[in-house]
């Protein structure tokens, strides 16, 4: 039965609770410390996901020969109690002494923090910055599509434009890189996945985007959407190829996989399936995927998003079950929408899973709430696993800025000597207390240059 035959049309009306409702109904259908700690060795999901980190933004520009250098004096990392100089020599942190001539940015003992990684948004579908958008009741994912029409069509902006905005908000808050889901589907076409990636082009010298074509309307059951896909992923438009529930929504889980890792193998992209199916529905769909990955040789490519199967399983089975998707190489995000939905992530990381964490939808038909704030998210995670220690409100930090990084195959910005200078500048006494207050971000850098101030983009 589809998961949203049997829903209330006026059920569900936040994405929390719809979200949970459906994947309810389909389930019974079938820290980086302030000393700087090492990061853990890379899992076989990240080191072969490398198409992010091609596309690092700007090469170093050079005048006679000469590298581009910048000091940012009296920065605290992490909240250290005495402050330091950064050296950045072409875009990376150097132990090195600056060369003569480097530019001098006073930071006035400011902390400083590595930005953060959005690794699940939704930027096509936003109303952000547009006039007070009046949801109508919606109580399943097929009602919930039909007013993402609906709102496509009202909003005047263009909607590259749209996603051009938030995802600069987005940098202008402390987000260095994004994985954007885009809906594809005969009622938009490939218009969603064209201006999200002229969003990426505009935005290019302070954001690293992966777009994923994201079949919202379903795979199987709305004729036209398999060709889109393929053409989105034929032309290298995209980086990912989506899919959703394949069984709670889609009702074809075969045919469902193999039209998303067909393609995917076709065209050398990876996978990125939303799963909100929970219960052994879930579980069916989850392992499905896993054998897909193993059997197309796609160890790193493969991500599964919301995973709702996966919160309240056996701590027997979570261990298997973490062993395999590791052992598969395949990642997992999530959007920390409930304290019953939020994923395991330290469990999890323990056997070598990496798990990323996102905004999803912001200001959209499903919610009127989002933000595009990874320090934000990163607070509601802290917030919905009931965080107390200072480790833990550490530990949530660290899943947006590392986790992301990991999972969308970036180098950590842990503020060392050769990593990429990219960090953000906060007033504060220390990391925990910045997770929890959520200071105004007062510059943001980006490979060594300044991309913006007080919540501003500069030089745009």
Same mark, same amino acid.
């Given at each position: ?185 005969? $009622?938009? /076409?490939? #218009? =969603? ?8 082009? +505009? &935005?290019?010298?302070? %954001? @690293? *985007? ?26 290298? $438009?995209? /980086?990912? #190829? =989506? ?8 009702? +074809? &889980?075969?045919?469902? %996989? @193999? *039209? ?201």
């Amino acid at each position: 039965m589809p998961a949203e035959s049997t829903a209330s049309p006026t059920a569900g009306l936040s994405r929390r609770s719809m979200l949970a409702g459906a994947a309810a109904v389909a389930g019974s259908a079938a820290a980086l410390t302030a000393s700087g700690a090492e990061a853990a060795p890379l899992s076989p999901g990240t080191a072969a996901a490398p198409s992010a980190a091609d596309r690092i933004t700007e090469q170093p520009d050079r005048t006679g020969g000469h590298a581009r250098a910048t000091v940012f004096k009296n920065v605290r990392p992490y909240g250290a109690k005495h402050p330091v100089d950064l050296t950045v020599i072409d875009g990376v942190v150097s132990g090195d002494p600056a060369p003569r001539g480097a530019k001098v940015v006073d930071c006035k003992g400011r902390i400083a923090l590595p930005t953060l990684v959005d690794a699940h948004i939704h930027p096509d579908k936003t109303a952000w910055g547009e006039p007070w958008v009046t949801r109508n009741p919606a109580g399943s994912i097929a009602e919930y599509t039909e007013e993402d029409v609906k709102l496509y069509h009202a909003l005047r902006t263009p909607l590259k434009k749209r996603a051009e905005r938030l995802m600069g908000h987005a940098v202008a808050q402390g987000t260095r890189a994004m994985r954007a889901h885009v809906d594809v589907a005969p $009622a938009y /076409d490939l #218009v =969603g996945v064209e201006g999200v990636g002229s969003a990426r082009r +505009a &935005l290019r010298h302070a %954001l @690293d *985007v992966e777009i994923v074509a994201f079949p919202q309307h379903g795979v199987i059951r709305t004729p036209g959407t398999k060709e889109l896909l393929e053409e989105a992923a034929r032309t290298g $438009a995209i /980086d990912r #190829v =989506g899919g959703i529930d394949p069984i709670g929504f889609d009702e +074809a &889980l075969e045919e469902h %996989l @193999d *039209v998303v890792f067909g393609i995917a193998d076709r065209h050398g992209v990876g996978v990125d399936i939303h799963l909100h199916e929970r219960a052994a529905t879930g579980m069916e769909s989850l392992r499905a995927i896993i054998a897909r990955t193993r059997a197309l040789s796609l160890q790193g490519k493969v991500t599964v998003s919301h995973v709702f199967c996966v919160p309240g399983l056996p701590e027997r089975e979570l261990d298997r079950l973490a062993a395999d998707l590791a052992d598969a190489g395949i990642s997992l995000t999530t959007v920390a929408p409930s304290s019953d939905l939020v994923l395991p992530i330290d469990r999890l990381r323990e056997h070598g899973v990496e798990v990323g964490l996102g905004s999803d939808g912001v200001r959209d038909s499903w919610s009127p709430f989002g933000n595009a704030d990874m320090l934000h998210r990163s607070h509601l995670l802290a917030w919905v696993r009931d965080a107390r220690l200072d480790e833990e409100l550490e530990a949530a930090f660290r899943a947006g800025a590392d986790g992301g990084a990991r999972l969308l195959g970036l180098p950590e910005a842990d503020l060392k000597p050769g990593s990429p200078a990219d960090f953000l500048l906060v007033r504060g006494e220390c990391l925990p207390q910045v997770v929890v207050d959520l200071p105004r971000r007062e510059m943001v850098v980006r490979g060594g240059r300044i991309v913006a101030r007080d919540g501003e983009l500069v030089g745009h």
